[in-house]
């Protein structure tokens, strides 16, 4: 079944440890997002990157950083964990190209930094 | 900037009723795209329903459409005959081609819908 493959599905973590989230698609979409949900904020972007090679920060990179090695994946790394970071990832990618590109979902890592 | 604002922070309709979400927006683009996204509790975010800015005509799915008001910057969401599984999360997204050529997207903080039986 093609779509977005997001591991750990859930973790809890002590703060000051470094954390990476992987990402995996399989539909060659040329962008990919990383998105935090908080109750009352909706979602906002981390970090995207339109192409292999290519990222780009976005509403709320610090603390975070990630890396565009092939088209199907995009991991996120927290580089030393705060418990300000607790909340739910959402990794996403989409086409590019003229026209309304949707963005398709993984199914999202919950993470708790105490 | 553009903000997305989304002033129901949670409803509840009975099963079988017509629910309308609301959703407003702030851009000076003229060219781009609103969608609405279901997140039930499973978690998983998943496409409702589009609309094309330069299209007039309001997008249809099945029970779900929306009622585009460009000049008044309006994108609410009806759904028709609501059902059980209908509740979840719903967020309003906009999106456009920024300058640095990313498809920037942003959202809305989401209205927590309840389907009542």
């Known amino acids: 079944i093609a779509g977005i493959t997001q591991a750990p599905t859930s973790q809890i973590l002590a703060a000051g440890r470094r954390m990476t989230l992987r990402c995996t698609q399989d539909?060659?979409?040329?962008?990919m997002y990383w998105y935090r949900q908080d109750l009352g904020l909706g979602l906002r972007l981390i970090h995207y990157?339109?192409?292999?090679?290519?990222?780009g920060k976005g509403e709320v990179p610090d603390g975070y950083s990630v890396s565009r090695a092939n088209t199907d994946d995009f991991p996120l790394t927290l580089a030393s964990a705060v418990p300000s970071q607790t909340s739910v990832y959402f990794c996403?990618?989409?086409?590019?190209?003229?026209?309304?590109?949707?963005?398709?979902f993984g199914a999202g890592s919950r993470l708790t930094v105490l | 900037a553009q903000t997305v604002t989304q002033s129901q922070p949670e409803m509840s309709v009975q099963e079988a009723e017509t629910v309308t979400l609301s959703c407003t927006y702030d851009?000076?683009?003229?060219?781009?795209?609103l969608f609405w996204y279901k997140q039930p509790p499973s978690r998983q975010m998943i496409l409702v329903i589009r609309?094309?800015?330069?299209?007039?005509q309001n997008a249809t799915e099945n029970r779900f459409s929306v009622n585009f008001q460009k000049a008044a910057k309006s994108f609410s969401l009806k759904i028709s005959d609501s059902q059980l599984g209908d509740t979840a999360m719903y967020f309003c997204a906009f999106m456009k081609l920024a300058t640095s050529g990313t498809y920037k997207y942003i959202f809305g903080t989401g209205t927590r819908l309840k389907v009542l039986a």
């Open positions: 609309q094309e800015a330069y299209k007039q």
């Open positions: 851009t000076s683009e003229n060219n781009y795209y």
């Open positions: 996403a990618s989409s086409r590019t190209g003229s026209g309304a590109n949707v963005l398709t």
């Open positions: 539909m060659r979409h040329n962008a």
């Open positions: 990157s339109n192409t292999a090679g290519t990222t």
